[in-house]
Nanobody, 126 residues
Framework: QVQLVESGGGLVQAGDSLRLSCAASGHTFDNYGMGWFRQTPGKEREVVAAINWSGGTTYSAEPVKGRFTISRDNAKNTVILQMNSLKPEDTAVYSC???????????????????WGQGTQVTVSS
């Protein structure tokens, strides 16, 4: 089973960029679609971006479309969330997640994901 560890969060100013990484342990990383989610206190966890097992299909949520990009490197067991033009409303705990299955499409619902990382804090000041 895959285990996930996020890194790359921090405190930045509006307009800056951050690159979040999610490192997966195990030898079956390419059997999983991957997603990035974020959550703020008092709000439900929401999907930010998702990618299928091969990297051939990606999805970006409307609030981040054109600013955030998800990618993966199956040889390195890593999924990346490149975040550009950050806004204060992007402040949240960001978590990566894995959904088992080699699907053409991506998963965008939290209940579709089997494995979660511990999360990394992203804070964007105005």
């Amino acid at each position: 089973q895959v285990q996930l560890v996020e890194s790359g969060g921090g405190l930045v100013q509006a307009g800056d960029s951050l690159r979040l990484s999610c490192a997966a342990s195990g030898h079956t990383f390419d059997n999983y679609g991957m997603g990035w989610f974020r959550q703020t206190p008092g709000k439900e966890r929401e999907v930010v971006a998702a990618i299928n097992w091969s990297g051939g299909t990606t999805y970006s949520a409307e609030p981040v479309k054109g600013r955030f990009t998800i990618s993966r490197d199956n040889a390195k067991n890593t999924v990346i969330l490149q975040m550009n033009s950050l806004k204060p409303e992007d402040t949240a705990v960001y978590s990566c997640a894995a959904a088992y299955g080699r699907t053409v499409g991506v998963h965008t619902k939290t209940y579709e994901y089997d494995i979660w990382g511990q999360g990394t804090q992203v804070t964007v000041s105005s």
